[in-house]
Each structure stands twice: as structure tokens, then as C-alpha cells.
């Protein structure tokens, strides 16, 4: 893993082996730095954060809402190229052409424009895992959240891991597959991505002129 982060080569490859911990430290270093020397207008950027577990299966299901991030139902297409980098067949791992994690990007995106929203690395979500899963949220409750401290069991501890990996075979990639990990484990095959929620088309102008108007 040292080399994995050391080395050049995998300069445009996912990152891995990061705690959901760090996951979340991460985004509030990347606001930090988008927000630094905006001043007063900083108060009108969205933060960045990990995407929740119903946030990530709508966006990785696509326009369509497919089973996987394409159309197809198969995971290669007719001249027998794969959509992902996964574990295909009964564990040949490189006959996808990969044999550990995968350029980024190097698949086609999805109709959202996302890519690698199946296999190449799991990917954290903000939601802690129950079994009841997305079943358990709704309009009112639309995230599980909850911040487990150092001294809690760790059955509280488990956090939602959404989209396969490179060692995961086909039925693990789908979007809606779900598992889970312990908030303070790494693994080789765990990685996250960053979030922003759609702004306010609200400008600070409209809002003093409203103001004016209530007047």
C-alpha cells in the first residue's frame, strides 16, 4: 500500500486503504481549502461531505435507474469488453485487464456522468449500516446518521460500503448491493468520493431585495 501512494504511476488511480474517519477528514480539509479567502460569500458555498447511502444508489443507477451504472443487463458488451473492473468468472482476476484497482475513468460514465460507480473501489457512504437500509428512511428520515465515539460497542461502529471492487464479483457490483466496515478500518479495496448538495439559486441581492419588500 506504501508504494500504491508513493509511486507516480498511480497518480490517476482511486485511493485506498483510508478509514471512513479519514474519509470524512478529508472533506472538511478539501472545504477548508475551497473556502479559504472567499470572506462573507463563504456562507453561500455547500460544504463538501460523503454522499449518503440513498444519494449514492440514485446517482449510480442513472437516469434509467438500471441495475448497474449502464443499460445493459450483461457486464460486457457483445465484442466481450467489461464495464468495470471486478472479479469475473470464478476469481480471474486480471481478465477484465486489471489486476488490482484501475485508472480512473477509464470505463464509460453513466448517464449521470459519474464514473467507476461499479467495481474498482467501494466506496464509503455517510450512512451508518442496519439491515433495514434504505427501507428505513424516508421523506422525513432520509439518512442514518450517526457519529460513534471512540468508547461506543462497534456493532455501532458500521458504516454503509456501496459499488464493489476489483475483488468483488458481479453480483457485489450492482447498485443496489450493500455491505459494511467499521468506521476505523481500512481496507485495500475501500475508497470514497466527495459531495456537494446543489446550491441555493439564491443570490445575496434577492434576499436583501426581499427583504425590502416585506418592509
Same mark, same amino acid.
Do not use: H
Given at each position: 500500500l506504501r508504494n500504491y501512494f508513493s509511486n507516480p504511476a498511480y497518480n490517476d488511480y482511486p485511493v485506498v486503504g483510508v478509514t471512513w474517519e479519514?474519509?470524512?477528514?478529508?472533506?472538511?480539509?478539501?472545504? #477548508?481549502?475551497l473556502l479559504k479567502g472567499l470572506g462573507p460569500e463563504a456562507r453561500y458555498v455547500q460544504r463538501y461531505r460523503l454522499p449518503t447511502e440513498a444519494e449514492w444508489e440514485y446517482a449510480a443507477r442513472g437516469k434509467?435507474?438500471?441495475?448497474?451504472?449502464?443499460e445493459d443487463k450483461s457486464v460486457k458488451s457483445g465484442d466481450g469488453c467489461f464495464f468495470a473492473n471486478f472479479k469475473p468468472d470464478r476469481?480471474?482476476?486480471t481478465?477484465?485487464?486489471?489486476?488490482?484497482?484501475?485508472? /480512473?475513468?477509464?470505463?464509460?460514465?453513466?448517464?449521470?456522468?459519474?464514473?467507476?460507480?461499479?467495481g474498482n473501489?467501494? #466506496?464509503?457512504?455517510?450512512?451508518?449500516y442496519t439491515e433495514a437500509g434504505v427501507e428505513a428512511m424516508n421523506d422525513l428520515n432520509p439518512t442514518l446518521v450517526y457519529n460513534a465515539a471512540k468508547?461506543?460497542?462497534?456493532?455501532?461502529?458500521?458504516?454503509?460500503?456501496?459499488g464493489?471492487?476489483?475483488?468483488?464479483? #458481479?453480483?457485489?457490483?450492482?447498485?443496489?448491493?450493500?455491505?459494511?466496515?467499521?468506521?476505523n478500518?481500512?481496507?485495500?479495496?475501500?475508497?470514497?468520493?466527495? /459531495?456537494?448538495?446543489?446550491?441555493?439559486?439564491?443570490?445575496?441581492? #434577492?434576499? /436583501?431585495?426581499?427583504?425590502?419588500?416585506?418592509r
Open positions: 479519514q474519509a470524512n477528514a478529508f472533506c472538511a480539509w478539501r472545504t #477548508e481549502y434509467s435507474g438500471s441495475e448497474f451504472p449502464w476469481g480471474n482476476y481478465k477484465d485487464g486489471n489486476l488490482i484497482t484501475s485508472k /480512473v475513468g477509464i470505463y464509460q460514465a453513466n448517464s449521470n456522468g459519474l464514473f467507476d460507480m461499479a473501489v467501494a #466506496e464509503w457512504t455517510s450512512t451508518i468508547e461506543d460497542p462497534y456493532r455501532l461502529k458500521k458504516k454503509s460500503v456501496r464493489g471492487s476489483w475483488k468483488d464479483p #458481479e453480483s457485489f457490483i450492482r447498485s443496489a448491493w450493500r455491505t459494511w466496515e467499521y468506521q478500518q481500512p481496507r485495500s479495496y475501500i475508497g470514497f468520493r466527495c /459531495v456537494r448538495s446543489l446550491a441555493t439559486t439564491s443570490s445575496a441581492k #434577492e434576499k /436583501v431585495k426581499g427583504k425590502k419588500v416585506k
